[in-house]
């Protein structure tokens, strides 16, 4: 396990690092190499599932999402909530009764039932989703530009008053140029996600290693 969080953490750090020099072919070439001698994208996603496993987002969400009304008994006769998990790396979601699960991630390690396809290459949903989730996959965006279109699609994805449960390692808005907590909640705010108050609960929240959010969908924020 503390081998999976040294992967896990290099990664992060590493892929920061490259986002802030992307400009500098050379220092952003030194950079990629040191990714792929930490393993790449299979080594970070095998690490990631076992950490997970100590320490599960899915849990996290599940018990939200009780807590706020979302899931019901299993007698009830209550329609699910739709999910979609994008950046998935494990079943724990899908494998729950309580909620109607579709899993993606670009890179499937599980191709059976997690779906291999990029969140952004999605066509708009009919019926939006009640509930999406998002852990560790904004940072993997390599420039501005398109994390801020990850952010508007998200909130086009969801229906209003919907959740997103978003997750981000704490090092990116600790050791950024750019974005801190403040400024991360209103870019969200300004595509239309508020974090929710939640009773008796910090939100978002930290823990040593990460970022916790939850937020609803509303109208976009004008003055954001």
Known sequence: LKHARRVVSNHHKLTAKLHAQKDKEGVAEELRKQLEENGGIVAYQEASALSTNAHSTSKWVLKKLRTLGFTHPPNAKEPLPRVLEIGAI???LLDSKSVD????DIHSIHPGRIEEIDFMDLEQPKVPYDVL????VLNCVPDA???GAMLRKLRQTMRPGGLLFFVLPLTCLQHSHTVDETTMLEALAAVGLRAVELEGDENP????KLWFAVLEAVD???DA
């Open 101 to 104: 699960v579709r899993a993606i």
């Open 220 to 222: 976009p924020d004008q």
């Open 205 to 208: 929240r930290k823990s040593p």
């Open 90 to 92: 494990n079943t724990q």
């Open 133 to 136: 989730v998002l852990s560790m």
């Open 145 to 147: 530009s398109g994390r």
